[in-house]
């Protein structure tokens, strides 16, 4: 049985895998996938990726690109959820703050350097036509660290995805003053290059699986009830994330990945855009 090491956020995204491992599809192909949730999120998992402290990981799109081009160390193996991700902007909620405008001068919470609260914060300024050489980062490590960081009395603002965080909005933890997409597909699965060179053909096994799994999933009988009940959210918010979601079985598209290269390129972000073999494999 030969061992693969796999990280991904502890979010709904993610629930196909851990049903294709719980269901042993990954053994019968003589794979044991050893899942390590990963609440810092994609800043942390491209460290692991590049220091082979995992195999695999499940990496939000324009993490992973930036971490490459600066890097290296990894590659894009496939798309995993080609639909974009849905980022709520939230602030404390005893904030006087109620519109994005007044975050302008504001510090943003990010769980670390590289991360998507971090890269994500620069597109949505951009957007907004805001100085993106001035923003001031306060690292939080996670959720938790945002909910902590904000509850007592930061007067930054988070982003976070937006039906994790619908629930701290709805006890009153968080206030959200908005949300903001992701102009490309949200999740990467990629692996760092040591495996992939020992390991000719085991990733395809591994793509076959999941993407059986993620082609059938919204056709599973109350899938909705068990997400909702997994993860602590309520079943027409599910139910909305649902109808908004698509997952990807192939590579990314060059014309993607050049979209994303460029837009970090004029954040300074990254220092070039490099080719497509930079970022992927074979």
């Known amino acids: 049985m030969k061992k693969v090491r796999i990280v991904g956020?502890?979010?709904?995204?993610?629930?196909?895998?851990?049903?294709?491992i719980n269901e042993g599809a990954f053994e019968e192909r003589g794979l044991h996938l050893q899942w390590t949730d990963i609440p810092e999120g994609t800043g942390r998992m491209c460290k692991m990726l590049q220091n082979n402290e995992t195999d695999l990981a499940i990496v939000l799109t324009e993490g992973i690109v930036k971490?490459?081009?600066?890097?290296?160390?990894?590659?894009?193996?496939?798309?995993?959820?080609?639909?974009?991700?849905?980022?709520g902007i939230h602030v404390a909620a005893n904030s006087k703050r109620s519109v994005i405008d007044q975050l302008k001068n504001d510090p943003v919470a990010i769980s670390r350097m590289g991360s998507g609260s971090h890269l994500m914060a620069y597109v949505h300024a951009q957007d907004q036509n805001w100085d993106t050489e001035t923003l001031q980062f306060d690292i939080i490590n996670n959720l938790q660290g945002a909910i902590e960081s904000l509850s007592n009395g930061s007067d930054a603002y988070f982003l976070w995805e937006y039906f994790t965080t619908k629930p701290l909005v709805e006890q009153g933890i968080f206030k959200r003053l908005g949300h903001y997409a992701t102009p490309w597909p949200c999740f990467m699965v990629a692996a760092n290059e040591k495996f992939l060179a020992t390991n000719p053909g085991l990733v395809d096994h591994i793509l076959e699986v999941i993407n059986t799994y993620t082609s059938e999933f919204k056709r599973i009988p109350s899938i909705d009830r068990t997400l909702a009940n997994r993860y602590g959210q309520r079943l027409e918010d599910i139910q909305d994330w649902l109808s908004k979601t698509n997952w990807g079985n192939s590579q990314i598209s060059p014309e993607i990945l050049n979209n994303v290269q460029q837009r970090l390129l004029s954040l300074g972000l990254i220092e070039d855009v490099k080719p497509e073999s930079t970022f992927f494999h074979g």
């Open 9 to 20: 956020v502890p979010e709904h995204f993610n629930l196909p895998w851990h049903m294709a």
């Open 67 to 87: 971490s490459i081009a600066l890097e290296g160390g990894a590659k894009i193996i496939q798309e995993y959820v080609s639909s974009p991700l849905l980022w």
